[in-house]
């Protein structure tokens, strides 16, 4: 079947730190993954996506390769601020549904 | 271009009640996705409707749980007899078709907080 795992959090980092967040899946056929961001009271956005192995999405400083081999999408981001403070979501899409990790909170403190 | 309505934003029920939730996809999609987030945990798909149809209903309950989207107006999700366990965020998505191809990304809504007294 279909799933995705993040690691868990909450993640709290100081302001221009890195940032890694790791995400593996399970996926039957061949996968699109994302990223989406919540900010509080929110929807989910778009941070950036990878529709084949290899590929790289980045967005906003974001980024995040598309590794077959490994069956990871890890989110990275080389100095974050205290407006990234949310909650990230990895997730995979095979065809009409979505697939969700179960988020991970950051908090960045200046 | 107005992004994906859905409303009300909070709505309070007490157990036994009727809970009706809203979604007004972004302008020219016809395709609407609701997934339910249950506190700590990721977004879980429901179903998946086109306009009069239903095309995957899997991830939803088969009791008091039904969704429509009508020729016009919004996807309504309705949850008849709540309990306390419905108590979650419901999210609703649309996109301008299918989402199996290469553009397959969704638009989600500000999500609709539902809790069961």
């Known amino acids: 079947g279909n799933s995705v795992t993040q690691m868990e959090g909450p993640v709290t980092l100081s302001e221009e730190a890195f940032l890694t967040i790791n995400c593996t899946y399970t996926a039957t056929g061949y996968p699109s993954l994302f990223w989406y961001v919540q900010y509080p009271g929110e929807g989910l956005q778009l941070l950036l996506k990878?529709?084949?192995?290899?590929d790289k999405g980045s967005n906003k400083g974001f980024e995040a390769t598309y590794r077959k081999e490994t069956t990871s999408f890890h989110l990275e981001k080389g100095s974050v601020q205290v407006s990234d403070s949310a909650v990230y979501f990895c997730a995979l899409n095979t065809g009409n549904q979505f697939y969700f990790g179960t988020g991970t909170s950051l908090t960045v403190i200046p | 271009n107005a992004g994906v309505m859905q409303n009300p934003r909070h709505l309070v029920r007490r157990r036994g009640q009727e809970a009706r939730l809203r979604c007004s996809p972004m302008?020219?999609?016809?395709?609407v996705y609701w997934y339910r987030q249950l506190p700590e945990e990721g977004l879980k798909f429901m179903v998946y409707?086109?306009?009069?149809?239903?095309?995957?209903e899997s991830g939803m309950p088969k009791e008091r749980f039904s969704a429509e989207f009508p020729k016009e107006g919004p996807s309504i999700l309705r949850i008849q007899q709540v309990v306390r366990g419905d108590s979650a965020a419901y999210f609703c998505a649309s996109s301008p078709r299918g989402t199996s191809g290469r553009k397959n990304e969704q638009f989600f809504g500000p999500g609709t907080r539902l809790t069961v007294l």
């Open positions: 302008k020219g999609h016809s395709h």
């Open positions: 409707l086109q306009k009069e149809n239903i095309i995957d």
């Open positions: 990878a529709t084949k192995a290899d």
